[in-house]
């Protein structure tokens, strides 16, 4: 069964850091490209940063860029974990940000790109 779980939202004060991180299970991930969207209500979800299958290359909404890192680890056998380390918050970060797989070009960051996803975790930045 694939299974995508993210973890690490929370609350921070605006300058503020935090790390989510995505396990992904259930089939071989190191294979993949990976990414984080992110979705607050009433608007479209969007693209956040995606990372290659290997992790050599990255890819950033301008938003984020600067800011923000993705990374995985494809180390262990069973398990893939995408990480995203947040850095300089800002109030307009405040969202549910989730986790994805997907196949095809690492820039192609469409929704229909992305094959499965995970549940999402609540991010708030206060000002």
Known sequence: QVQL???GGGLVQAGGSLRLSCAASGRTFSSYKMGWFRQT???EREFVAATSWSGAS???ADSVKGRFTIARD???AAVTTVYLQMNSLKPEDTAVYYCASGTGPLRDVRDR???YWGKGTLVTVSS
């Open 41 to 43: 209500p009433g608007k």
């Open 5 to 7: 779980v993210e973890s």
């Open 74 to 76: 494809n180390t262990k």
């Open 58 to 60: 990255t890819y950033y």
């Open 113 to 115: 790109s992305m094959d």
